[in-house]
């Protein structure tokens, strides 16, 4: 998707709603402006608020690197790798996995195409709070920072500059939909490592396509730990954000 990855953006929305008290649905036109039709989500946070969940969390699996996935069925363990995001919930536990799906005939006059996103929910261990509550951000941040200047120096064959030439102002100016009540550090961290992740996978798109099996290797050995690095930080963000919409003191919708 052209932004952040959904699971993300769903998540700092619904905690940012759930402090507010806006009608869940307003949010997730806020969160999925790039989506035509969602199923499947609202009423599973509508569930979730009922029985008293204060914020949302996303998870970014990647192979080997479960991140904050929690504690899961097979099923849904896949599916999340599948899809390499989802959302969850730490206390009474519960996870929604996103599916892409395009609708709309081929052959229509005007060539329209449809964007939905189907979420499949699944039952999840709770997430001790000591877990949330300890993940860094200021390491993640520091974490991302190195990662870069490491990938740059990894990339001295030019391959950082011919990755993505003419990508620049898509990748790194774009303005973020997010809540405007987020933290600076919190808000810098996603931004940041949203631009980062986008970068790093078009550079490994480029590495595929590079003229020598020795070069195709070192460009992704030096933009696999980047876009490693640049996920932990997403994750880490929507988590602090989480955190800090669910110690805000609760409004109610007038």
């Known amino acids: 998707m052209p932004e952040l990855p959904a699971s993300v953006r769903v998540a700092v929305w619904t905690s940012f709603a759930w402090a507010q008290g806006v009608d869940a649905d307003t949010v997730l036109r806020r969160a999925l402006p790039d989506v035509d039709v969602v199923l499947g989500l609202s009423e599973r946070l509508a569930l979730w608020q009922e029985v008293g969940e204060r914020a949302v969390y996303a998870a970014l699996p990647r192979p080997g690197a479960p991140g904050l996935l929690p504690r899961c069925s097979t099923d849904a363990f896949a599916a999340a790798a599948d899809a390499q995001e989802a959302v969850f919930v730490a206390g009474v536990g519960g996870l929604a996995v996103p599916r892409l799906v395009t609708f709309g005939a081929e052959d229509d006059a ?122 932990a930080a997403l994750e880490a963000a929507t988590c602090s954000a989480g955190a800090y919409f669910a110690a805000q003191p609760r409004r109610t919708s007038s």
């Open 110 to 231: 005007i060539g329209s195409e449809g964007l939905a996103i189907r979420w499949e929910s699944f039952d999840a261990a709770p997430v001790p709070v000591h877990r949330l509550a300890g993940v860094d951000v200021a390491g993640a941040d520091r974490a991302l920072r190195q990662a870069v200047h490491a990938a740059a120096d990894g990339l001295g064959d030019g391959g950082w500059v011919d990755a993505w030439q003419g990508q620049p102002a898509r990748a790194t100016e774009r303005e973020w939909s997010l809540p405007t009540d987020l933290p600076e550090r919190v808000r810098g961290l996603l931004a940041r490592a949203g631009s980062i992740l986008e970068i790093a996978e078009l550079g490994l798109s480029h590495a595929e396509r590079s003229t020598t099996a020795q070069l195709t290797g070192e460009r992704q050995s030096a933009l696999r730990p980047l876009r490693d690095t640049a996920v």
